[in-house]
């Protein structure tokens, strides 16, 4: 059975972790499977946004730690190769044009953990929680965690839950800025289709620029940030979204777009 299945809903496509009997941890096939799975996506222009969620009662627990310890070459080798594979599907999340939906239905965990936080939203039903786990193990966080969180939170912030590993709780995470959304009990996967919906009413050109813009301004010094607006706008000006947008607001009515970017 495949460890990452698809679900089309018109231009929504609902991916879910598929390994419920593990509580949907990662090993070197989940993770091939994902980062394939994500570059196809990444490609289809049908798709307008993604909702990721996990089978059962947990979204991610992270890392398959039964898997590494049992890999042949030994547990260090099989990190590299997952975290490598791992890593490939973070990149394609942060880099897609499309909306990426977290519904975090249950634990999210090390690099289920990760894996949320790469995500652009995320609705969490009020009995799940966060949990980084890598130091606890004598990990370091991978995943892209050290890079999204103290952008999420603040350093100081970030620190104190990679050096304590205290579970986060929907609303106190939603308090912290790490949850867009706090839904109840097997709520999650509806709440997040439905924002999903409301995404692919808004221009896609719009939002994959915003979206690029964001990740990058973390990355460049002002000077370079306003050049960068400044081409994006103008791109977005001559973009039939941004002409159908501009018009609606002469004629004050919402706009259509054309749901391309």
């Known amino acids: 059975m495949s460890a990452v299945l698809l679900h089309r809903e018109g231009p929504v496509v609902r991916m879910t972790l598929n390994r419920p009997k593990v509580f949907n941890a990662i090993d070197l096939e989940m993770a091939t499977e994902l980062t394939e799975q994500l570059m196809s996506l990444s490609a ?3 798709m307008q946004a993604v909702v990721l969620t996990g089978n059962g009662n947990a979204f991610c627990a992270g890392g398959d730690l039964k898997w590494m310890h049992g890999f042949e070459e030994g547990a260090a080798a099989a990190v590299r190769r997952l975290v490598t594979q791992f890593h490939l599907a973070i990149t394609e999340i942060r880099t897609m044009r499309r909306p990426v939906i977290a519904a975090i239905n249950g634990v999210a965990a090390g690099g289920g953990f990760s894996l949320a936080l790469a995500c652009d939203f995320r609705v969490m039903s009020e009995n799940a929680t966060l949990r980084q786990s890598y ?4 990990l370091s966080i991978d995943g892209g965690g050290t890079f999204m969180l103290p952008r999420l939170v603040g350093l ?10 205290r579970p986060i709780d929907a609303h106190k995470a939603q308090a912290w800025g790490l949850a867009t959304q706090v839904v109840g009990n097997g709520e999650a996967e509806r709440a997040a289709m439905k924002l999903a919906d409301e995404l692919c009413g ?3 050109n719009s939002l994959a620029w915003s979206k690029r813009l964001l990740s990058h301004s973390f990355q460049t010094d002002l000077a370079s940030q306003l050049e960068a607006e400044r081409a994006a706008i103008v791109a977005c000006a001559s973009h039939a979204d941004g002409l159908e947008g501009l018009k609606a607001f002469v004629e004050k009515r919402e706009p259509h ?3 391309r970017d």
């Open 156 to 165: 100081a912030k970030a620190l104190e839950i990679a050096a304590f590993d």
């Open 135 to 138: 130091t606890s193990k004598g």
């Open 202 to 204: 808004r221009s896609m």
């Open 257 to 259: 777009f054309a749901g």
């Open 44 to 46: 289809d222009e049908r």
